[in-house]
């Protein structure tokens, strides 16, 4: 899956583990936005709860910090690196969600 994703979108991508916080990946799928392809990896922990990543090619904008957004229950953290653009959405509080956005990006960058 990510390997097929990783070509679509022209980047390397790796699926990051979130076993240590209780999510296991369950699936992905290949999206469009208005700028082209963008991927989606689906995490679920034991209570059904689900959380996304969403990555795609970001322009030659610098990288950007942690950034948070909210729309209802559901809220993002998101941020640029090494050319691709993250975002982590769940509906979690926003302590948890920002602990596995930490996480993500610490997988991303071992």
């Known amino acids: ?7 679509r979108l022209g980047k390397p991508l790796q699926a990051p583990r979130l076993a240590d916080k209780g999510y296991d990946l369950v699936g992905g799928r290949l999206l469009s936005d208005a700028r082209g392809p963008a991927a989606q990896l689906m995490y679920q922990d034991a209570a059904g709860r ?8 970001a322009s030659d904008a610098p990288d950007t910090s ?10 993002a953290f998101y941020w640029r690196d ?3 653009a993250w975002a982590v959405t769940g509906d ?3 302590v948890t969600l920002s602990a596995i956005a930490e996480e993500v990006y610490g997988a991303l960058n071992s």
């Open 1 to 7: 899956l990510v390997g097929w994703l990783s070509k």
């Open 50 to 57: 689900r959380i996304t990543l969403y990555i795609r090619p």
């Open 66 to 75: 942690f950034r948070f957004a909210q729309d209802g229950n559901v809220q």
């Open 82 to 84: 090494n050319g691709l």
């Open 92 to 94: 979690l509080d926003r």
